[in-house]
Structures are given as structure tokens and as C-alpha cells.
């Protein structure tokens, strides 16, 4: 057990009464019952509704459209509070507790951008950004939590942004391998060259198969593009 120093005995000693302690600790409590209040709050957040808050900083403050780019970008959804599967970090309320200051009205609204398991697992990893509507389509990021995304998370889902970005992958890896087949394999006798009737019709065969086992993934494990599905409630 550590030793109390004698400044320490003394300051015990002059701290006061048991009233004092349960002063003190009625404070906390209050600060504890303010932080779960806030924590609900975003938590059973439903509906979209502006804020009106003084002193923001103009750096934080982001439109739609490009919260709507990252989302593609990095296949996230941008969904209400409420539908958030988690716990919020304590730096993240004390971050709303300072805009409640100075906000006209209490915080409401709240917005979570983060990936799609993160609205259904309570477990889940990922990296959330939390969001207060300002309106006029503008976002305040309050915070984020978690690590920072990976650059690959982006190359990865390149091809899951539309539909070009898909076709566009489809048609590259037909490229790829059809200009890495043995040009014997192409045409035995070898007579055109390394660009022949064969080749060509070795890359639409290639692209032909592609696209049809990428048709029957993307109905059965996909579903929608994340242009269309950043910010839908529904997951297929």
C-alpha cells in the first residue's frame, strides 16, 4: 500500500465533513446523469433537425456532397444516430457538451458516418464520424473515434462506387489477362503477331465470363452501388 504524505494527511484533515463528500459527490452525479442524457440522445436519434449553435469552427463544417463522396469513396453510410450499434467515447460528449453551450436550443438530429456493420453489430470495428445537422444541407463533424480509414479501403471498394466504376474494373481485368495468355494459346501457328484476330477474341470471351459471374455476385452478395446505398436505412 502506498504511504500518504504528511501534506496529503493534512489536506484530508482540513477537506471537511462528510456533507462536503456528499456535495462532491452529488456534482459527479449530476455531470454523470448530463453525459448519459447526451449519450441517449444521439443514440435515439431519428429524425434530422437543424441546430442552431455561435462560435462553430468553419473548418468542421462539411456540405452533403462531400460527405456524399467519402461515403462512395469509402462505401459508408451516413444514417441517423439512433440506428448506430455502439458505444459513443467520452470525448465525443465532451464535445457535445461544449456546442450545448452554445446552442439555442438542445442538440438534436444527430448523424453517424461509419461502415455498414457498424449499424448492426454492437461489437463491430470501424471508424465513425459523428455529425450535427447545421441545415441547409450542412454537417458540424463533432467527432470521430476509432483509427483513421485506410487507403486501401478505398482502392478496395474502387469498384463498388457505380456502375461504370464495376464495368470499368470488369473490362480492365479482361484486359490484363487476356494480354497475359501465351500467344500460342491465342492462335498455334503465330502468323499475325502479338495483336491478332485471337487476341481480341480472347478479351471478349474474358470480359463475356467477367461480367457474368460479377452479374450473379452483385445480386446475390451486393445488391446496390454505394452511390445509391450511402445513405439508405436497408442493407441489400
Given at each position: 500500500?502506498?504511504?500518504?504524505?504528511?501534506?496529503?494527511?493534512?489536506?484530508?484533515?482540513?477537506?471537511?465533513?462528510?456533507?462536503?463528500?456528499?456535495?462532491?459527490?452529488?456534482?459527479?452525479?449530476?455531470?454523470?446523469?448530463?453525459?448519459?442524457?447526451?449519450?441517449a440522445m444521439?443514440?435515439?436519434s431519428t429524425k434530422e433537425r437543424s441546430n442552431r449553435i455561435s462560435g462553430l469552427d468553419l473548418d468542421r463544417v462539411f456540405p452533403t456532397d462531400a460527405i456524399k463522396r467519402v461515403a462512395t469513396?469509402?462505401?459508408?453510410?451516413?444514417?441517423?444516430?439512433?440506428?448506430?450499434?455502439?458505444?459513443?467515447?467520452?470525448?465525443?460528449?465532451?464535445?457535445?457538451?461544449?456546442?450545448?453551450?452554445?446552442?439555442?436550443?438542445?442538440?438534436?438530429?444527430?448523424?453517424?458516418?461509419?461502415?455498414?456493420?457498424?449499424?448492426?453489430?454492437?461489437?463491430?470495428?470501424?471508424?465513425?464520424?459523428?455529425?450535427?445537422?447545421?441545415?441547409?444541407?450542412?454537417y458540424y463533424l463533432v467527432h470521430q473515434w476509432g483509427g483513421d480509414l485506410a487507403w486501401h479501403r478505398a482502392l478496395l471498394n474502387w469498384p463498388l462506387r457505380s456502375a461504370f466504376h464495376l464495368a470499368a474494373t470488369v473490362l480492365l481485368v479482361a484486359i490484363v489477362i487476356a494480354a497475359a495468355v501465351p500467344g500460342e494459346w491465342v492462335d498455334p501457328p503465330v502468323t499475325a503477331g502479338y495483336l491478332n484476330a485471337g487476341r481480341f477474341l480472347t478479351l471478349f470471351w474474358t470480359a463475356m465470363v467477367l461480367a457474368g459471374f460479377t452479374a450473379f455476385g452483385w445480386m446475390a452478395f451486393f445488391g446496390k452501388f454505394s452511390s445509391e446505398a450511402w445513405n439508405s436505412r436497408h442493407f441489400n
Amino acid at each position: 500500500m502506498q504511504r500518504r504524505s504528511h501534506l496529503e494527511e493534512e489536506l484530508r484533515s482540513l477537506r471537511g465533513s462528510a456533507a462536503f463528500l456528499d456535495a462532491v459527490r452529488g456534482i459527479l452525479e449530476e455531470e454523470q446523469k448530463t453525459d448519459d442524457v447526451l449519450r441517449a440522445m444521439v443514440l435515439s436519434s431519428t429524425k434530422e433537425r437543424s441546430n442552431r449553435i455561435s462560435g462553430l469552427d468553419l473548418d468542421r463544417v462539411f456540405p452533403t456532397d462531400a460527405i456524399k463522396r467519402v461515403a462512395t469513396k469509402y462505401r459508408l453510410r451516413f444514417l441517423d444516430g439512433g440506428m448506430f450499434k455502439g458505444e459513443l467515447p467520452m470525448q465525443a460528449i465532451h464535445e457535445l457538451r461544449q456546442l450545448e453551450k452554445r446552442a439555442s436550443a438542445p442538440l438534436a438530429g444527430f448523424k453517424i458516418l461509419a461502415p455498414a456493420h457498424r449499424f448492426k453489430l454492437c461489437d463491430a470495428e470501424g471508424d465513425p464520424l459523428l455529425f450535427l445537422p447545421l441545415g441547409n444541407g450542412l454537417y458540424y463533424l463533432v467527432h470521430q473515434w476509432g483509427g483513421d480509414l485506410a487507403w486501401h479501403r478505398a482502392l478496395l471498394n474502387w469498384p463498388l462506387r457505380s456502375a461504370f466504376h464495376l464495368a470499368a474494373t470488369v473490362l480492365l481485368v479482361a484486359i490484363v489477362i487476356a494480354a497475359a495468355v501465351p500467344g500460342e494459346w491465342v492462335d498455334p501457328p503465330v502468323t499475325a503477331g502479338y495483336l491478332n484476330a485471337g487476341r481480341f477474341l480472347t478479351l471478349f470471351w474474358t470480359a463475356m465470363v467477367l461480367a457474368g459471374f460479377t452479374a450473379f455476385g452483385w445480386m446475390a452478395f451486393f445488391g446496390k452501388f454505394s452511390s445509391e446505398a450511402w445513405n439508405s436505412r436497408h442493407f441489400n
